[in-house]
């Protein structure tokens, strides 16, 4: 088969063809009949009828009363605002009502139904003024911000803490690099006052008339009774 492209010159004849075979193969005919997923003409509502239907619906109205009139089929689709018996709450305070309606067409009866109040309950809220007492407690992000971006950190660089970012306190206090120094120099055992020697009586075994402290104990020489009496014997 040979293939013919389509140019304006062919494109009259090109339609009628195909129109021909749309029809032949009743294409346009089953889609006509084939209107399961629409409406006819006949079965939808023009805007006017739309309209018409829409303005039958009924819309509540307000309406402020110094009191409650009969229900009634005139008071229907009203919502009266009467002043609030409630105690306790501000004069401009109202109570809404609307008419209800029982029964079957012919023997209606009407009654009140109320629906709310006016008077907002506040009693579980806070005050401007409480709030602001209660937040005066609270810092700002603000002023949070600027403390964290001067406070003084005690933890160095590599996360440990560090005694020269420690400042001295009232009861405890840090050593200073001289008394560090001062205390190095001290013998471990050591302490105050140590006595060096002991001065005894001519006579010991000691020449030099003193005795050698050696691990704090000084050795004296203690008379013998012959001693002693020789030196009461010589008295005499």
Known sequence: MKEKLITLSNLSEFKTKMMAEVNAQGFVKKSVNDLLNYY???????????DNIVSTIHQFTYEVAAELPTASANTMYIIYLVPSTQSGVSQNAKSEYITI???????????????????????????????????????????LATLL?????????SHKLS???????????????????????????????????????????????NAAVVAKTAKLVIASTQEIDNIFTNES
């Not at 050593?175 to 055992?189: D, Q, R």
């Open 40 to 50: 006819l003409k006949s079965e939808t509502y023009t805007k006017t009828e739309v």
């Open 163 to 209: 005694a020269d970012l420690v400042e001295d306190g009232e009861t405890n206090k840090v050593f200073t690099a001289t008394e560090k120094t001062k205390l190095s120099g001290i013998a471990s055992g050591a302490q105050v006052n140590v006595i060096e020697a002991i001065e005894v009586n001519t006579g010991t075994t000691d020449s030099s008339n």
């Open 101 to 143: 309606r029982s029964g079957v067409e012919g023997s209606y009866t009407y009654s009140w139904e109320k629906i709310g109040d006016t008077e907002i309950d506040l009693s579980g809220y806070v005050t401007t003024t409480a709030l602001n007492t209660i937040l005066e407690d609270y810092v700002t992000s603000t002023d």
């Open 149 to 157: 971006a001067t406070k003084q950190d005690k933890i160095d660089s």
